[in-house]
């Protein structure tokens, strides 16, 4: 495989001794000559990045440090696999450590060199990243664990080759040194062995050797008939310590004299606090050390977690209404329909054929709605921070450790060299923990105000309420769909007008070969923070598309799947998983004796197809989703059982935001707050679920956001099926 | 106060309304129970308090003298672990994990509560796997990464260990 022109492999000695191989980026004008200084140097200059992944060491232990961060999909462990299949050595041979939150470490120039050379990924993706590492400024302070990208990118295009590289200068190493040709050495067993003496050396005792030659630049990869770890279901690194409870998170940290903060929050998103009116009452609190207004409201800092929370309870002030005090969800709902007929503000437009041009036959239309998304993972937002003569040290768990510790430094007016950042495997993601920007590190904001005020180690933790009450949220969408359908039931036209911000008309476009099509989009941010929430535009424009297509499958009288497949040309990617979903649930379009009905939804996103059927009945009027059946073809599978865990929870995370999701803004603030009126589905509700993975031999596309849009529709679909059609989400309110 | 936990009574002066969930990891440095929701809603924080399992985030300390509380550290080890454990590791059931020790705690006073009733209904009684309804009744935490069909499916078989 060919890295592009801005990347080329690198080598240096590792700490301690021995052989790191990585990637060095961002610097396609460099002569070899200069790259053999950069890869000495081992470090950062004239922009070139370094990023050296794997180390062999001399004790034989090969390291992957991977510049990802684990929050339960797999990660570290599929790296790993990589790695460990193209050096070709014994799984256990090899260990991951967390890179450090440095800037030798980001990601943001390997992604971003890939996409702008590649065109595999759509514009969707493409926007996603450019905001997450553009809002920070520079691609060096971008260590982005997001838009499922750490296997398909670092992984697969990057980290693997440069295994493959480094087994290469190993094997040169032990040719030099026994005096043979190459090609009469074999590896397998974490050795370089020539079978005809039998003689052999470990990879440990050719690690300072190797770190000397070249870096070949383009090694050779195995072919997948030789894989012996790709495919395979290795244990997943991070399940002991998770299930024997070891404080592996960063609201387990602890540093010696640590106070705790809580914090009050203002009532509406952005406003500020005027003046505390009980600070001497909270002061007098048992435990209670200090109090600091900071960013959208007050911190109480006390020696314990409990007693700082139940003191913010207690503090009482006023604030200043921000503009957004008068805004809720129905007006930003007005105001949206209201764009959404001037045609002026589409500010995106994908268009093909003429939908213009297509008159008479059957006219279909239907408008949706879903309402804004917090993302509430298990572990709530926190942070620690401490100092230790002029560094200040900074743990939380966080998808972009770098981008964190970037966003700390400049909030505490420090250099970044006198930050360290601690990354810490994280209690769910979703996007929350995804990036600096957009303010979405607003409590890391707050913390540092804190600590520069009373310059004492402290540990900030959001109660669950503050968690729902300032997150940054799935934007609240609204669309207007027009479909005409010609005299045998084919879809003529299409066309689909959508309201939100960063709205991508390609991703809103339909897969369906439907020959006029117009996508039309209004693009204007509200006052609402937003953030990426977990599979991101897909949430909404699946629901939309997959939904419109099965209603026009009824005005066609036709069976919605098969319909879909009609639509669908010969050689595209959802036929496979359509039709593999449908021979596992044992479609049927009609409702079952039982009073249950099966829906189907089908999309691409994130480099893998997915389709879901889900078989639903109304329980006392409401829906109760029984058994999911989900297909998915993800190109190459790396790791089954983490392929089938993610399709497993992707679809109770979708299937929560279908039943149940919904942020409601009234007076410019959330109304929602915790578990009891921001549902998440239980054990209770949550269905069957079956899993076949279909892939079709291409570059792994992506998993962890793979399987969360469909449900919303595919479960609307079905409940057509038994009755009146819904076209909002969530499905119960 | 006096506060046994795993075993070990600690002397403690605390105000009795402290839920029991920032005694065990503030006072007691006993970090594997986890704070999710402070309203007793997501289980996370679930520990046993004479063998029932209670969402320590709204149980008062108070509430918990005189009585032993046991915690995921006390549950098993790697070198020995519960067949719940056992079970979990088997069926690779965490994602993010951070619930995780909250839903064993759970899923083990649920199987642990079942086989004492029924052998003392019956000393000689063969336990038998729970069904998977009665998991279903049983489990009542949150997990966001939605790990649901392994949590079930690990609870039904580590019911027919031990």
Same mark, same amino acid.
């Given at each position: 495989?060919?890295?592009?022109?801005?990347?080329?492999?690198?080598?240096?000695?590792?700490?301690?001794?021995?052989?790191?191989?990585?990637?060095?980026?961002?610097?396609?004008?460099?002569?070899?000559?200069?790259?053999?200084?950069?890869?000495?140097?081992?470090?950062?200059?004239?922009?070139?990045?370094?990023?050296?992944?794997?180390?062999?060491?001399?004790?034989?232990?090969?390291?992957?440090?991977?510049?990802?961060?684990?929050?339960?999909?797999?990660?570290? *462990?599929?790296?790993?696999?990589? =790695?460990?299949?193209?050096?070709?050595?014994?799984?256990?041979?090899?260990?991951?450590?967390?890179?450090?939150?440095?800037?030798?470490?980001?990601?943001?120039?390997?992604?971003?060199?890939?996409?702008?050379?590649?065109?595999?990924?759509?514009?969707?993706?493409?926007?996603?990243?450019?905001?997450?590492?553009?809002?920070?400024?520079?691609?060096?302070?971008?260590?982005?664990?997001?838009?499922?990208?750490?296997?398909?990118?670092?992984?697969?295009?990057?980290?693997?080759?440069?295994?493959?590289?480094?087994?290469?200068?190993?094997?040169?190493?032990?040719?030099?040194?026994?005096?043979?040709?190459?090609?009469?050495?074999?590896?397998? &067993?974490?050795?370089? !062995?020539?079978?005809?003496?039998?003689?052999?050396?470990?990879?440990?005792?050719?690690?300072?050797?190797?770190?000397?030659?070249?870096?070949?630049?383009?090694?050779?990869?195995?072919?997948?008939?030789?894989?012996?770890?790709?495919?395979?279901?290795?244990?997943?690194?991070?399940?002991?310590?998770?299930?024997?409870?070891?404080?592996?998170?960063?609201?387990?940290?602890?540093? +010696?004299?640590?106070?705790?903060?809580?914090?009050?929050?203002?009532?509406?998103?952005?406003?500020?606090?005027?003046?505390?009116?009980?600070?001497?009452?909270?002061?007098?609190?048992?435990?209670?050390?200090?109090?600091?207004?900071?960013?959208?409201?007050?911190?109480?800092?006390? &020696?314990?977690?409990?007693?700082?929370?139940?003191?913010?309870?207690?503090?009482?002030? *006023? +604030?200043?209404?921000?503009?957004?005090?008068?805004?809720?969800?129905?007006?930003?709902?007005?105001?949206?329909?209201?764009?959404?007929? &001037?045609?002026?503000?589409?500010?995106?437009?994908?268009?093909?054929?003429?939908?213009?041009? !297509?008159?008479?036959?059957?006219?279909?239309?239907?408008?949706?709605?879903?309402?804004?998304?917090?993302?509430?993972?298990?572990?709530?937002?926190? !942070? @620690?921070?401490?100092?230790?003569?002029?560094?200040?040290?900074?743990?939380?768990?966080?998808?972009?450790?770098?981008?964190?510790? *970037?966003?700390?430094?400049?909030?505490?007016?420090?250099?970044?060299?006198?930050?360290?950042?601690?990354?810490? *495997?994280?209690?769910?993601?979703?996007?929350?923990?995804?990036?600096?920007?957009?303010?979405?590190?607003?409590?890391?904001?707050?913390?540092? @105000?804190?600590?520069?005020?009373?310059?004492?180690?402290?540990?900030?933790?959001?109660?669950?309420?503050?968690? %729902?009450?300032?997150?940054?949220?799935?934007?609240?969408?609204?669309?207007?769909?027009?479909?005409?359908?010609?005299?045998?039931?084919?879809?003529?036209?299409?066309?689909?007008?959508?309201?939100?911000? =960063?709205?991508?008309?390609?991703?809103?476009?339909?897969?369906?070969? %439907?020959?006029?099509?117009?996508?039309?989009?209004?693009?204007?941010?509200?006052?609402?923070?937003?953030?990426?929430?977990?599979?991101?535009?897909?949430?909404?424009?699946?629901?939309?598309?997959?939904?419109?297509?099965? +209603?026009?499958?009824?005005?066609?009288?036709?069976?919605?799947?098969?319909?879909?497949?009609?639509?669908?040309?010969?050689?595209?990617?959802?036929?496979? %998983?359509?039709?593999?979903?449908?021979?596992?649930?044992?479609?049927?379009?009609?409702?079952?004796?039982?009073?249950?009905?099966?829906?189907?939804?089908?999309?691409?996103?994130?480099?893998?197809?997915?389709?879901?059927?889900?078989?639903?009945?109304?329980?006392?009027?409401?829906?109760?989703?029984?058994?999911?059946?989900?297909?998915?073809?993800?190109?190459? %599978?790396?790791?089954?059982?983490?392929?089938?865990?993610?399709?497993?929870?992707?679809?109770?995370?979708?299937?929560?935001?279908?039943?149940?999701?919904?942020?409601?803004?009234?007076?410019?603030?959330?109304?929602?707050?915790?578990?009891?009126?921001?549902?998440?589905?239980?054990?209770? &509700?949550?269905?069957?679920?079956?899993?076949?993975?279909?892939?079709?031999?291409?570059?792994?596309?992506?998993?962890?956001?793979?399987?969360?849009?469909?449900?919303?529709?595919?479960?609307?679909?079905?409940?057509?099926?038994?009755?009146?059609?819904?076209?909002?989400?969530?499905?119960?309110? | 106060? /006096?506060?046994?936990?795993?075993?070990?009574?600690?002397?403690?002066?605390?105000? #009795?309304?402290?839920?029991?969930?920032?005694?065990?990891?503030?006072?007691?440095?006993?970090?594997?129970? /986890?704070?999710?929701?402070?309203?007793?809603?997501?289980?996370?924080?679930?520990?046993?308090? #004479?063998?029932?399992?209670?969402?320590?985030?709204?149980?008062?300390?108070?509430?918990?003298?005189?009585?032993?509380?046991?915690?995921?550290?006390?549950?098993?080890?790697?070198?020995?672990?519960?067949?719940?454990?056992?079970?979990?590791?088997?069926?690779?059931?965490?994602?993010?994990?951070?619930?995780?020790?909250?839903?064993?705690?759970?899923?083990?006073?649920?199987?642990?509560?079942?086989?004492?009733?029924?052998?003392?209904?019956?000393?000689?009684?063969?336990?038998?796997?729970?069904?998977?309804?009665?998991?279903?009744?049983?489990?009542?935490?949150?997990?966001?990464?939605?790990?649901?069909?392994?949590?079930?499916?690990?609870?039904?078989?580590?019911?027919?260990?031990?």
């Amino acid at each position: 495989m060919k890295l592009n022109r801005r990347t080329f492999l690198v080598s240096g000695l590792a700490l301690g001794g021995g052989l790191a191989v990585g990637l060095c980026a961002g610097v396609g004008a460099l002569s070899q000559h200069d790259r053999r200084a950069h890869q000495q140097a081992g470090a950062d200059g004239d922009g070139a990045l370094v990023a050296l992944w794997i180390q062999i060491r001399s004790d034989n232990t090969i390291a992957v440090l991977s510049p990802h961060t684990e929050m339960g999909q797999g990660t570290h *462990t599929g790296l790993a696999q990589l =790695v460990a299949e193209e050096l070709d050595v014994p799984w256990e041979q090899v260990v991951v450590e967390q890179a450090p939150a440095d800037r030798a470490f980001t990601n943001g120039n390997v992604i971003q060199g890939f996409i702008f050379e590649d065109d595999v990924l759509a514009g969707f993706f493409k926007r996603v990243l450019d905001n997450a590492f553009f809002i920070g400024g520079d691609l060096g302070s971008v260590q982005m664990t997001g838009g499922s990208t750490s296997l398909r990118f670092t992984g697969w295009r990057s980290m693997r080759v440069a295994a493959a590289a480094a087994r290469e200068l190993l094997i040169a190493a032990a040719a030099a040194s026994l005096g043979v040709a190459l090609a009469e050495l074999t590896t397998g &067993d974490g050795r370089v !062995v020539h079978a005809a003496s039998g003689r052999a050396l470990t990879y440990g005792e050719l690690a300072d050797a190797a770190a000397q030659l070249p870096v070949p630049q383009e090694p050779r990869l195995k072919d997948p008939s030789e894989y012996r770890h790709v495919g395979v279901s290795r244990p997943r690194a991070d399940l002991p310590d998770k299930i024997f409870g070891r404080p592996v998170y960063g609201i387990d940290r602890e540093v +010696e004299g640590m106070l705790h903060v809580a914090v009050a929050g203002t009532r509406a998103i952005f406003g500020e606090v005027d003046a505390i009116t009980n600070e001497a009452e909270v002061l007098a609190r048992r435990g209670v050390k200090a109090m600091v207004i900071v960013q959208e409201g007050v911190a109480v800092v006390a &020696d314990n977690p409990w007693r700082a929370e139940q003191a913010a309870r207690a503090v009482t002030f *006023t +604030e200043r209404a921000p503009p957004n005090a008068v805004q809720s969800s129905a007006s930003l709902v007005a105001g949206m329909e209201a764009a959404l007929e &001037d045609p002026e503000r589409f500010s995106g437009v994908m268009e093909r054929g003429d939908v213009e041009s !297509v008159v008479g036959g059957t006219v279909v239309e239907a408008r949706y709605a879903v309402p804004f998304l917090a993302h509430a993972p298990m572990e709530p937002p926190n !942070v @620690t921070l401490w100092r230790e003569g002029d560094v200040v040290h900074v743990a939380s768990g966080l998808q972009d450790p770098l981008g964190g510790r *970037t966003w700390a430094a400049d909030r505490l007016g420090l250099p970044l060299e006198q930050v360290v950042f601690h990354p810490h *495997t994280m209690g769910g993601g979703f996007g929350r923990r995804a990036t600096a920007g957009d303010d979405m590190l607003n409590y890391i904001t707050q913390a540092c @105000t804190v600590f520069q005020a009373i310059d004492a180690p402290i540990k900030l933790c959001w109660s669950r309420e503050l968690d %729902v009450r300032f997150d940054r949220y799935r934007k609240q969408s609204i669309a207007r769909y027009r479909g005409v359908l010609g005299p045998d039931g084919a879809a003529l036209a299409w066309q689909a007008d959508s309201y939100g911000e =960063v709205n991508i008309p390609d991703d809103a476009a339909s897969a369906y070969a %439907v020959p006029h099509m117009r996508s039309r989009n209004v693009q204007e941010e509200t006052f609402v923070p937003y953030a990426y929430w977990r599979s991101v535009e897909a949430s909404i424009h699946c629901f939309y598309n997959e939904c419109f297509i099965d +209603e026009l499958a009824v005005a066609a009288a036709a069976d919605p799947l098969q319909y879909r497949l009609d639509h669908l040309p010969a050689d595209h990617r959802l036929r496979g %998983v359509i039709e593999a979903a449908r021979d596992m649930a044992g479609w049927r379009a009609d409702a079952a004796a039982d009073g249950s009905a099966m829906g189907v939804a089908a999309y691409e996103l994130f480099g893998s197809a997915c389709c879901q059927i889900a078989r639903v009945s109304l329980v006392n009027g409401k829906p109760k989703v029984h058994e999911v059946w989900c297909a998915v073809d993800c190109g190459t %599978v790396i790791n089954p059982d983490a392929v089938i865990a993610q399709m497993e929870g992707g679809m109770i995370f979708g299937l929560t935001a279908a039943l149940y999701g919904r942020i409601d803004i009234e007076d410019g603030g959330v109304v929602q707050s915790n578990f009891h009126d921001y549902r998440m589905v239980r054990m209770a &509700d949550a269905p069957r679920l079956h899993v076949a993975l279909v892939p079709d031999g291409s570059a792994p596309g992506g998993i962890g956001e793979v399987a969360v849009p469909h449900l919303s529709a595919a479960v609307a679909n079905a409940l057509a099926v038994l009755g009146e059609r819904p076209r909002s989400l969530p499905l119960i309110s | 106060m /006096k506060l046994d936990v795993n075993g070990q009574v600690h002397e403690l002066d605390l105000e #009795d309304e402290m839920p029991l969930l920032w005694v065990l990891r503030e006072e007691l440095g006993l970090r594997g129970t /986890k704070f999710g929701c402070g309203m007793g809603l997501c289980g996370a924080c679930t520990v046993h308090v #004479d063998g029932s399992p209670m969402r320590s985030c709204i149980t008062p300390v108070a509430a918990a003298q005189g009585k032993s509380v046991r915690t995921i550290e006390d549950l098993g080890s790697p070198e020995d672990p519960h067949p719940v454990q056992a079970a979990w590791l088997a069926l690779a059931v965490p994602q993010c994990g951070y619930c995780q020790p909250g839903m064993q705690m759970a899923a083990a006073a649920f199987l642990e509560k079942r086989r004492a009733g029924a052998l003392a209904d019956d000393p000689d009684a063969a336990v038998t796997p729970p069904t998977d309804e009665e998991v279903r009744r049983a489990i009542t935490n949150i997990c966001r990464c939605g790990c649901y069909e392994r949590i079930r499916t690990a609870v039904v078989t580590a019911g027919t260990v031990g």
